[in-house]
């Protein structure tokens, strides 16, 4: 079945350095999601990306959906301590549907 | 801003029991869902509820699991007979089309 991935699993970052998770799906997507989970938190929902080669901005983070729209990276510019949690990538399973296939995630921790 | 209410926060069972966690989604919202998260894991889905029936269901949601919409508000999963395995974070999510979704606070369930 289809399979998303994420590496790296773990990434520990000083402050002030920048930071990136990239995101593989093992098929063609309709759109790719980006949640952010706080360490004891839920799911929260930061973007979608539609468009082949697509790129979004949230002040520090920066989205990415590429050409294929096979894969996604998540860039963080400068981190900050309340960037901690896990950043997890998601994909529905098909078009048009609400089931979506979550990658293992990356958890970020950053050193003040 | 509306959020997915989730009830109760956590659950002690014995093996064998029968749980109901509980879903108040966001109250526009046409499209539900339940996923669950081992500790330390990723997010899986469930299963998809839309129009009173359930749209897709995962391997995980086998015979034990149910799902209902007893009224206008709440959303609720059963599980019969609980199993050591179905410790886990269960999330319930709402979206307004088959897109966003809202994750709830979650629910931790603990089989003994």
């Known amino acids: 079945g289809q399979q998303v991935m994420q590496i790296p699993q773990y990434q520990h970052v000083q402050e002030g350095e920048d930071f990136t998770t990239y995101c593989n799906s093992s098929?063609?997507?309709?759109?790719i999601q980006w949640y952010k989970q706080r360490p004891g938190g839920h799911p929260v929902f930061l973007i979608q990306l539609v468009k082949s080669g697509e790129v979004k901005k949230q002040k520090r983070l920066t989205f990415q959906f590429g050409e294929a729209k096979k894969n996604s990276s998540l860039h963080i510019t400068a981190t900050q301590t309340t960037d901690v949690g896990t950043y997890f990538c998601a994909g529905p399973s098909r078009p048009n549907t609400g089931k979506l296939i979550f990658g293992q995630g990356t958890t970020l921790q950053v050193k003040p | 801003e509306p959020e997915v209410t989730q009830t109760p926060s956590h659950q002690v069972t014995q093996m064998g029991q029968e749980v109901i966690l509980r879903c108040v989604p966001i109250?526009?919202?046409?499209?539900f869902y339940w996923y669950r998260q081992i500790l330390g894991q990723k997010v899986e889905f469930l299963v998809s509820f839309y129009n009173n029936e359930i749209s897709e269901k995962s391997e995980i949601f086998d015979d034990q699991f149910s799902v209902e919409r007893p009224d206008g508000s709440n959303f609720t999963l059963k599980i019969r007979s609980t199993k050591l395995e179905d410790s886990a974070m269960y999330f319930c999510?709402?979206?307004?089309?088959?897109?966003?979704?809202?994750f709830g606070p979650g629910t931790r369930l603990l089989v003994l």
């Open positions: 098929t063609t997507l309709s759109n």
């Open positions: 999510a709402s979206s307004g089309g088959q897109e966003t979704q809202y």
């Open positions: 109250s526009n919202h046409l499209y």
